[in-house]
Antibody
Framework: QVQLVQSGAEVKKPGASVKVSCKAS????????MHWVRQAPGQGLEWMGI????????SYAQKFQGRVTMTRDTSTSTVYMELSSLRSEDTAVYYC????????????????WGQGTLVTVSS | QSVLTQPPSASGTPGQRVTISCSGS????????VYWYQQLPGTAPKLLIY???QRPSGVPDRFSGSKSGTSASLAISGLRSEDEADYYC???????????FGGGTKLTVL
């Protein structure tokens, strides 16, 4: 069965960077896009971007352009999301979510979700 | 401010039918599929409806989705206490080249 296991909670100071991992299993890693979505405390879902694990191409939400980097390691079936210049507003649960089978280069939706990683930004 | 608009709350009694609306524009709902996610308290979202009205295996047929123009709806019939959760609609937005979500609707089973 599809499993996405994310790294543990992080506490960072403002201005620092955080790198969250998401290890996939139960399917062919390079066959499905991977999304990153975050959720601030008590708030809704916010899409951050997507990576194609096959070639490593990425597309980021405009809000995060220049601050977010998504990468993958095909040898370990793991994707990473690094967010830099952290501020208090970045405190949130960060989710990886596999794209569904209908994904294309022009549209893609999340299907299976990881358990989430809480990132707390505090001085 | 979410790109897709949902009511912040909805409620119903056990056995009732409730609907949750999701309003967008021509660049998202009007030209792309709508997906719905259920988020139980303290857990990750779960796919509930895909491609406007399709249910993944394991999702009860009490849940149904529809789309018309730039709006979509999620209907839950035979409401049960375990349906108490947050529900989010989502669509691809061609102008933003991004997935956009509604702000979420908190469903309370009275």
């Amino acid at each position: 069965q599809v499993q996405l296991v994310q790294s543990g909670a992080e506490v960072k100071k403002p201005g620092a960077s955080v790198k969250v991992s998401c290890k996939a299993s139960g399917y062919t890693f390079t066959s499905y896009y991977m999304h990153w979505v975050r959720q601030a405390p008590g708030q809704g879902l916010e899409w951050m971007g997507i990576i194609n694990p096959s070639g490593g191409s990425t597309s980021y939400a405009q809000k995060f352009q220049g601050r977010v980097t998504m990468t993958r390691d095909t040898s370990t079936s793991t994707v990473y999301m690094e967010l830099s210049s952290l501020r208090s507003e970045d405190t949130a649960v960060y989710y990886c979510a596999r794209g569904d089978p209908y994904c294309s280069s022009t549209s893609c939706y999340p299907n299976y979700w990881g358990q989430g990683t809480l990132v707390t930004v505090s001085s | 401010q979410s790109v897709l608009t949902q009511p912040p709350s909805a409620s119903g009694t056990p056995g009732q039918r409730v609907t949750i609306s999701c309003s967008g524009s021509s660049s998202n709902i009007g030209s792309n599929y709508v997906y719905w996610y259920q988020q139980l308290p303290g857990t990750a979202p779960k796919l509930l409806i895909y491609r406007n009205n399709q249910r993944p295996s394991g999702v009860p047929d009490r849940f149904s989705g529809s789309k018309s123009g730039t709006s979509a709806s999620l209907a839950i019939s035979g409401l049960r206490s375990e349906d108490e959760a947050d529900y989010y609609c989502a669509a691809w937005d061609d102008s933003l080249s991004a997935v956009v979500f509604g702000g979420g609707t908190k469903l309370t089973v009275l």
